[in-house]
């Protein structure tokens, strides 16, 4: 036997379905009296918290103020106020570094002094690369044979020493 949908329900969600005349929401899930109400006491809660903790924070104010400064460290008043070792930040870093690339420019391209009383001089790079070009770089001598009368192929440079020393080839 079918059922009629308007006899009886099928679920819980049936009587949902149909809205009543002139109804522009669901009358029957909230109920937006209470919702206002919990609105207006929020803001009124809102603010009194707000009021208290202006009120806390002004009597937080005025206890410091009234209270004698005490000197954090009683030992450390008797020392002079030092600066702590580290890295500084730079007054007119634009200025520093200008000065910093002229004086490697310097370096870089004029003759000067490294140390007088050692008699170390800089040349100029230019001149420095023209000098490497005519003389070559130093290099180690070519090894003919190896430790006791060991042929040099045979040898490689161990992993342990980090390529220091030579040992035979397994």
Do not use: C
């Amino acid at each position: 036997m079918a059922q009629h949908h308007d006899a009886a329900h099928a679920t819980a969600d049936d009587e949902y379905l149909a809205t009543p005349d002139g109804a522009g929401h669901e009358h029957t899930d909230a109920n937006v009296w209470l919702i206002v109400q919990f609105a207006i006491w929020l803001t009124i809660a809102a603010i009194i918290t707000h009021l208290l903790m202006w009120g806390l924070f002004a009597l937080f104010v005025k206890t410091r103020n009234d209270a004698a400064p005490v000197a954090e460290f009683p030992l450390a008043v008797q020392q002079e106020r030092r600066l702590p070792a580290g890295p500084r930040l730079q007054a007119i870093p634009a200025n520093e570094i200008f000065e910093f690339r002229q004086r490697e420019n310097a370096e870089l391209n004029e003759y000067g002094w490294v140390d007088r009383n050692a008699g170390t001089v800089h040349i100029p790079i230019d001149q420095a690369k023209e000098l490497l070009l005519q003389r070559g770089l130093p290099s180690r001598p070519a090894v003919s044979e190896g430790p006791a009368g060991t042929d040099a192929a045979a040898l490689m440079p161990a992993d342990s020493s980090s390529g220091r020393t030579m040992e035979r080839r397994r």
